[in-house]
């Protein structure tokens, strides 16, 4: 199965900063690549996927790159309710596979 | 707003089986496809396996092969998910969700609210 690995594992940053997750596919997926968000609690929220498209109402200071193994989420100008943890996953084989996360922490 | 309504919690002893249940619309259940994803404590989340539910064609992940059984019930446009022969690792959170891709894997775009199942003796 295709492992993926998120770098860093937390990422401390403040309000108004913007802040770089990565994540990278062992084997090439294309840009079979989705991002979510999840909070404590809560379900987690698709954020983007094919690499770069936003999901529904997912607002435009999420942006998303990359394709083959290389993938970034960005996130500009955080806004409190953007602190979460932070998945990647990829949907190019079966099984779908799982980041272990990057928790984005207020500094 | 498109939902997915998940089952309550289970407390279940080792050895035995759990059923998770998961409602949709019956929109969501012609047009596409449901995804079983669960998240134990300190885990990354796990893809277990999926159903087309109006084609009634269901796939698991290697690991569970054997063990799981995803089935739909189409007069109540609800999926199940059977897992069997319960280990205390088998104690997460599982999650349903909607999953784009059909045939093919695809993006998870709605989620249920997540059931949390405990296996203790």
């Known amino acids: 199965e295709i492992v993926m690995t998120q770098s860093p594992a937390t990422l401390y940053v403040s309000p108004g900063e913007s802040a770089t997750l990565f994540c990278r596919a062992s084997q090439t997926i294309s840009s079979n690549l989705a991002w979510y968000q999840h909070k404590p609690g809560q379900s987690p929220r698709l954020v983007i996927y094919g690499a770069s498209t936003r999901a529904t109402d997912i607002p435009a200071r999420f942006s998303g790159s990359g394709s083959g193994t290389e993938f970034t989420l960005t996130i500009s100008s955080l806004q409190p309710e953007d602190f979460a943890l932070y998945y990647c996953?990829?949907?190019?084989?079966?099984?779908?596979?799982f980041g272990q996360g990057t928790r984005l922490d207020l500094k | 707003q498109v939902q997915l309504v998940q089952s309550g919690a289970e407390v279940k002893k080792p050895g035995s089986s759990v059923k998770v249940s998961c409602k949709t619309s019956g929109d969501t259940f012609r047009k596409y496809a449901i995804s079983w994803v669960r998240q134990a404590p300190g885990h990354r989340l796990e893809w277990m396996g999926g159903i087309i539910p109006l084609l009634g064609i269901a796939n698991s992940a290697q690991n569970f092969q054997g063990r799981v059984t995803i089935t739909a019930d189409d007069s109540t446009t609800t999926v199940h998910m059977d897992l069997s022969s319960l280990g205390s690792e088998d104690t997460a959170v599982y999650y349903c969700?909607?999953?784009?891709?059909?045939?093919?894997?695809?993006?998870?775009?709605?989620w249920g609210q997540g059931s949390q199942v405990t296996v203790s003796s």
């Open positions: 996953q990829q949907y190019n084989n079966r099984p779908q596979t």
């Open positions: 969700a909607r999953d784009r891709g059909g045939s093919y894997p695809g993006p998870l775009d709605v």
